[in-house]
């Protein structure tokens, strides 16, 4: 599978470097918003890596919890904005239809099945969820890692979905300055940016320096102190701005057109990257999730 990939939280969350700060924390999450997967390979190493040390399903929890708590990339921005458990199961389906991921994974109402695309020699594990019926049966050759990694996110879903139905507003309006808030560096240079981008749109970075009272090489040069770009933070916070338009009326190519995308076809392109979803694909699950659902279908 040399061209498979996996979302980026459960790499990150089973490679558990050492060394991360708050800023790499942001850094990182912006990084992702723009490309929400990592390799397979590195997914499946981690796995096996976190395995060997005899790591338990709590722990491989908790990593990926931290990481989902920061999380802002349009895919997860969609599969956490439901209020019922059925819309997850849609939702995360056509996920796994649409990206190219190197283990595919079904939810349904008696639980969830996952199999490598590789073809592979198959084994069966069972585990409790608190998703759907509470069963899981996995089919593949992925470290018990990888399977609990996957697992976490599945609960978070659910226990997320549950939470937003109690919310007179339903869920949370996640974006780069809440991230950033979290982490504790809205102050920082990078917060600054972060804040002015999402609230003014898709503005040159010397409009941005005018605004924070600072020369455009000053403002450049304390980013990449920090790791990142101003272009990194204009795309993430484009992402995410269009992600939270795709639930209005507003056409494709509007949205495309005022959040600075050169076309709709350009849009497409970094949401097929960003979430491995297209914006049309992720516009008729938000529509569905307001209606009736219909039976599980691949045509979506």
């Known amino acids: 599978m040399p061209n498979s990939l996996a979302y980026h939280v459960v790499v990150n969350a089973l490679e558990d470097k050492a060394g991360w700060t708050p800023m790499s924390r942001f850094v990182s999450a912006v990084s992702?918003?723009?490309?929400g997967h990592l390799p397979y390979q590195r997914y499946h190493a981690a796995g096996r890596a976190r395995t060997?040390?005899?790591a338990g399903a709590g722990v491989v929890e908790r990593m990926v919890n931290d990481f989902l708590a920061t999380d802002i990339n349009p895919g997860y921005l969609l599969l956490s904005s439901f209020q019922r458990e059925a819309d997850v199961l849609v939702a995360f389906n056509a996920y796994n239809q649409s990206a190219k991921l190197?283990?595919?994974?079904?939810?349904g109402s008696s639980g969830y099945v996952r199999r490598l695309n590789s073809g592979s020699r198959n084994s069966s594990h069972n585990a409790n969820a608190n998703g759907a019926d509470g069963s899981l049966m996995a089919h593949g050759d992925d470290p018990d890692s990888c399977?609990?990694?996957?697992?976490?996110?599945?609960e978070t879903m659910m226990a997320t979905t549950r939470r937003n139905a109690q919310l007179p507003s339903g869920a949370e309006r996640r974006s780069l300055t809440t991230t950033a808030k979290i982490l504790?560096?809205?102050?920082?240079?990078?917060g600054e940016v972060a804040?002015?981008?999402?609230?003014?749109g898709h503005i040159p970075i010397a409009s941005v320096a005018r605004k924070l009272g600072c020369h455009q090489r000053t403002l450049e040069r304390r980013l990449r102190e920090s790791n990142i770009t101003a272009e990194a933070l204009r795309q993430a916070s484009r992402l995410v701005r269009a992600s939270h338009r795709l639930s209005s009326l507003d056409s494709l190519t509007m949205i495309a057109f005022d959040?600075?995308?050169?076309?709709?076809?350009?849009m497409t392109r970094a949401f097929q990257t960003a979430s491995g979803m297209p914006p049309s694909l992720i516009r008729k699950l938000m529509r569905l999730s307001q209606n009736t659902l219909p039976a599980l279908s691949p045509s979506l």
Do not use: C, K, M, N
């Open 259 to 266: 959040e600075g995308f050169s076309d709709l076809a350009h």
């Open 147 to 154: 399977r609990q990694g996957t697992l976490a996110i599945v």
């Open 184 to 190: 504790g560096v809205e102050a920082s240079a990078v």
């Open 52 to 54: 060997a040390e005899g």
């Open 195 to 200: 804040l002015v981008f999402e609230s003014e």
């Open 32 to 35: 992702h918003a723009i490309s």
């Open 102 to 107: 190197g283990v595919q994974t079904s939810l």
